[in-house]
């Protein structure tokens, strides 16, 4: 009943770290979700199950996901959306300004930006801190470390894990006593190094609201919604 249906197209991707800073790394494929998969996530709802790396175990292959870098994460997610369902997402999101429920269309292929790493990018990586005028050496954080930058508290109290030495002394111990005496302006220095947000997929896109002409700048909702058409 099939054989002359147009099956979804798996898809070969470039992650935005170029695959820099994995030891062991395939070629990543990402796979289209399937009816009873997008039935499995929507049931899951409310119910503490991690949604996105289920998403992300069924329909990745080529790298480990323990492994996986988060500027790389948010790029594969918009990847099994689109391959899934294909580029354009309706969504509601309210206005910020007046309240109303706006229906918004993108094209997450065309709409949103995606910046890769730049050749002479690297992780772990050496920066200045300068209050204290020493050198440190951070790293970006592996989607298996997701709990300690998953909100503001606990990132704060595990900086430190992120730091693999502070004036080459390299006991976490040091560093996270370094960390807690050190003025805010080198704890920002680390902070803003260590989410490096210029890189991978900028989920952000102008909102226009017709109801009172606000414009802003606001995430895509990344809900249930976003991994079903049937939602």
Known sequence: MFSNSEEPQSQIVELPSRSKFYSSIQEV???PLTFAEEEKILNSKGKGLDVIN?????????????????????FLLMKVREV???TEYKFD???????????????IAKDLNVKYVTDDFEDPRTVKLPKLGVNAIVRFPRN???SFVSDVSSFSKNLYRFV????????????????QRMHIVDVKVIANEV?????????RF???????????????????????VTY
Request: aromatic share 6%; glycine share 8%; with cysteine.
């Open 144 to 146: 298996r470390e997701e």
């Open 93 to 107: 999101i309210a206005c910020p300004s007046c309240g109303d429920k706006i229906t918004t269309k993108l094209d």
């Open 84 to 86: 899934s369902y294909g």
């Open 54 to 74: 289920l998403i992300l175990d069924k329909c990745v292959t080529g790298i480990n996901l323990s492994e996986l870098l988060q500027i790389d994460k948010l």
């Open 195 to 203: 989410n490096k947000g210029e890189f991978g997929l900028d989920p």
């Open 164 to 179: 693999v030495s502070i004036n080459g002394i390299e006991d976490p111990v040091f560093v996270a006593k370094a960390i």
């Open 29 to 31: 494929v990402v796979t």
């Open 206 to 228: 102008m909102f226009h609201c017709p109801s009172c002409d606000h414009k802003s700048m606001m995430e895509v909702p990344l809900d249930a919604g976003f991994f079903s």
